[in-house]
């Protein structure tokens, strides 16, 4: 368990210049905190593009000013042109899904705190830490480049389906390019993320100081471990898949595109591919990927919860347990985004159960929290009440998948706006209101300054109201045949549903208006903000037992020596209700197992 | 502030259920014989997912009503029968609850794709490509004549790339814009893909199936009303996939006849 010769893998003394300190740094808490500014660039970004699909799918010829300086094709006279919809859509959802939901709560919080959950000075490979971040990097630059790149982005959606992916320009604006460009931002991305995963788990299995076994191990930190082991595996399907794409662009290969295949009245000169084979491929990644947005986030509200409830989980082997089931099935539901598809009729049915299966340690983990609430003296705050909302939203996203687990009832639903409300309040907004949650926790701790809780709850309370304005009518118009990615409603039995669109584009601008209420507060309280003692909440686990922020190497060469389960609370000591993992204060603990 | 969270949360969830108890937006009106069993099978999983939804928010809600705030002297409490009690009932309720509808979901399912089209069902031929659905009937041989891709030109109107100087069966091939049925005939739809992935989405027939290139599929179906009903594609296939869709005119047999004749004399 604690092995020296691991901890001096990880020593490196603290930097004196400012390239090597803020910049190009090796520090696991400085790369955290460059992670988590490139969420929050490509959350900007991606709530724009929002905005601008919102307003066109409301209001179909507005004109929003300004709108040509991004690209004169695309928006001649600020009216967005169809192609330049579906544009806009994919950068929309490739920013959310890569840039944020897969860096915020994993690759920054995780980095931040992995280390110091574990009481380690720093990750085992800090240089491929550092290059796991500016790879990430680079493949958030190379992606914006393809906005002013040729004729644009891609419009093929994030999953992009071949051959339309495959087949080059022929095949629309910003399938030549545009696609060659996202391919290469995508593959450079797995590489960023498999060296993060390649710190993450040797750092929990072998960094752990002494007396921290695996069950002492606090729950963000198992979600962390738990999904780095999920990224592994998955983004190293998708960056063949997408070597393979950009080869049938510019090798003349056909990997995705089969024979015979017509676009301008040509036979394109392409054969032996399989259109399938790139949605499997895809869809090997992409459905855990959805976990890798979700779980950290369930690790995260459980901390935040766990310390505002003065009082453990009920089981915290039981969530961990429930959370490992939702990785190994993960891998075994990808089908379901494929009913329809084509695929065999058979392999729906098989992919059916265990879909359905996933319901239960979702359900579990549920039941798990609310049961948790039961006894609790919970404290309101802006942290408290995002990991509340969390809940909330994750039931409401989670009951939309019974439905979408049955290929019968995809027949109605598949590829309507039930699914984009099914995904978005589970993977995107209850994932977002972990990120929150966990900035309004741990921002003491990473910036050394408090947050402003009073706004922090206006934050709150607008946001969790809006959310539901937005995503919950989704559902209704998902149930009326409402098909997504549509850039307009032409057909006639969608007409009628435009006024329900036109109420949701006024509810999106509200919620992400709304969002400016946390960028002021986190930029006026990194600076201005009070100065946060070590322990602001009043927690347990190891982050809480060292200076804020901690300094360059977390423990002040401290050997860190842990002696109780992470979560203590509800006890008798000389601190109040709670005694810190490394204290070897000896009160009547809690056994944090039923 | 804990209190008024809770009340939000249930108002909320009340809020949202509403549309659904009161029907304002649901599955246009079935004409298929055998989409009752995906409505049924939907209207069933609304129940259950209804039920669950609510539970949860409304237990959530109370929750945080009543356990919210340090009450000073009173102790924290473990819920009556710890996490074992809530696992067994997650596995058992919602075990039961999935499973029971994954079983009768493969029936609803088994129908459309496990059964074999009837020997005697229509043959019909849609064609999808960027942005437009083109459908063939065989004609009175019964027999669709080959396609060419080489010789697919929309400027030429040959949208199926038919060779009828060469080919005996292209030369009755009946190729129309619009889908015409008769009513209560069991139709055989042979699905081909001429560019990329498109979809065949028939909310009213309960029929929903992509196009893939490089593999035609086939599906079969009975309309049971007589109406135009829109066909629409759901899978992304470029710039103009919102606006590709065609017509689908379930007719009586006369109606039927008559337009396969005028259609006919069209080519």
Redesign the interface.
Known sequence: MHDTSAHAAAHHGPPTSFIRKHIFSLDHKVIGKQYYGLGLAAVIIGMVLSWIMRIHLGWTNYAIPGLHLLSKTGAPGDVI???YY?QVMTMHATFMVFFVLTVAPFAAFGNFFIPIHTGAEDMPFPHFNMMSFWTTFVAFCVMLLSFFVGDGPT???W?Q????SA?GPV???G?GSGVVIWATSIAIFCVGQLFGALNFIPNILDLRCKGMSMWRLPLPTWAWFITSCMGLTSFSVLMPAVILLILDHVAGTSFF???????N?Q?QPHSG????LWQHLFWFFGHPEVYIAIVPGMGIISHVLITN???PM??HR?LVYSMGALAVLSYMVYGHHMF???MN?VS??AF??PT??I??PS??I???W???????????NAAS?FA?GF??LF??GG??G??L????????L???YFVVAHFHFTMAIAAIFGIFSGTYFWFPKMWGRMMNDTLG?VHF?LS??GV?AIF?PMH??G???N???????????MQP?VG?HQFITIAALFTGAVQFIFIYNFIHSRFWGEPAPDNPWQGTSLEWSIPSPPPHDNFGGRHVVVYHDPYQ??VQSSTGDYVMQDSPEQVKTINEE? | MAKLFAVTILVIAIVSAIPIVRNTWHPMEDISTHGQAIDDQLSDTMWEAGISFLASQILLAWFIWRFSGDRPGEKTKTFPGGAKGLVAAAIVLVGVEVFALGIFGVKAWAAIYFTPPGADALPVQVQAGQFAFYFRYPGPDGTFGPIHPEQISEANANFYGLDTTHDQDSKDDIVTAEMAIPVNREIRLLMHAKDVSHSFYVPALRIHQDFVPGLDLQLHFTATKVGKYEIVCSQLCGLGHYNMKAYLDVMSQADYDNWIKQQAALQ
């Open positions: 042109t169809p192609e579906l419009l093929g959606g999953t389906y071949a051959p339309l087949l095949a629309g604006p399938q595109v089969p024979s015979n295949l017509v676009l009245d036979l591919g399989s259109t399938l409830m003065r009082k009920l089981s039981i329809v598809s084509g009729p729906s049915i059916s159960f359905l299966l319901t239960i359900t579990i549920v039941l798990i609310i049961g948790s609430l039961y006894g609790a003296k919970i404290r309101i009440l509340l809940i909330s039931i409401t009951v939309s019974f439905f687990a049955q290929p019968s009832i995809q027949i109605l598949h590829a309507t709850k309370w969790f109201i539901y919950m209704y118009l149930l009326a045949g098909v997504r990615r549509y850039q307009a409603f032409v057909v006639d039995y549903l329900v609370y509800g039923p």
